[in-house]
C-alpha cells in the first residue's frame, strides 16, 4: 500500500540510481494501540500521523516512520515493540539503494515562511514537533554528512 502525501517538503540532496528497496508491503495506517500510545507520548497527534504516512507493518512487527521524496519512498525508520535483542533492534534505519544525503524536513506553519531560522535536530519525531512552531530538518543521525 503507497500512502499519498498531499505535497512535497520532506527530503533535499537527494541523488538515485535505479535500484530501489522498498517499504514492507503491508503497511496499514491503523496502527495498534501500543504504537499509538508511544506517539501520543511524544505528542504526535493523529492527524501528524496520516500526513507524515506513519503506519504499521505486521510482517515486521514495527512502527513505520516513512520519507518521501513527492510521492518516492527513500527512506523509513521501523521502530518495534517486541524485546530488543541482536536480531531485532529496536530501530530498523533503511535507506533506498541510490539515496544519499537524505533528510527530513517539516516546513513550520506559514507565517515561518521566509523566516532565517532552521531548527535542525536528530530524529524524524522531533522534526515533526518542533515543525509545528518553524521550519525543521532531522538529520537521520547524530551527524552532518
Known amino acids: 500500500m503507497n500512502l499519498k502525501l498531499p505535497f512535497c517538503y520532506f527530503i533535499i540532496n537527494i541523488y538515485f540510481f535505479p535500484k530501489q528497496k522498498q517499504q514492507p508491503f503491508d503497511i496499514k495506517p491503523e496502527l495498534p494501540i501500543q504504537a499509538k500510545q508511544w506517539l501520543h507520548k511524544y505528542q504526535i497527534t493523529d492527524y501528524e500521523q496520516r500526513l507524515f ?6 510482517s515486521q512487527e514495527r512502527l513505520i516512520l516513512p520519507v518521501y521524496d513527492c510521492e518516492r519512498l ?3 525508520q521501523g521502530r518495534t515493540f517486541k ?15 541510490g539515496a544519499k544525503n537524505v533528510f527530513f524536513r517539516r516546513y513550520g506553519p ?5 523566516s532565517k531560522r532552521l531548527v535542525i535536530v536528530e530524529d524524524i519525531l522531533s522534526a515533526i514537533k518542533t515543525g509545528r512552531y518553524l521550519d525543521s530538518l532531522a538529520l537521520l543521525g547524530s551527524y552532518l554528512p
Open 53 to 58: 504516512g506513519i503506519c504499521w507493518s505486521d
Open 74 to 76: 527513500v527512506y523509513w
Open 83 to 97: 524485546p530488543i535483542t541482536k536480531l531485532n533492534p529496536k530501530y530498523l534505519n533503511i535507506r533506498q539503494s
Open 110 to 114: 506559514s507565517n515561518s515562511v521566509g
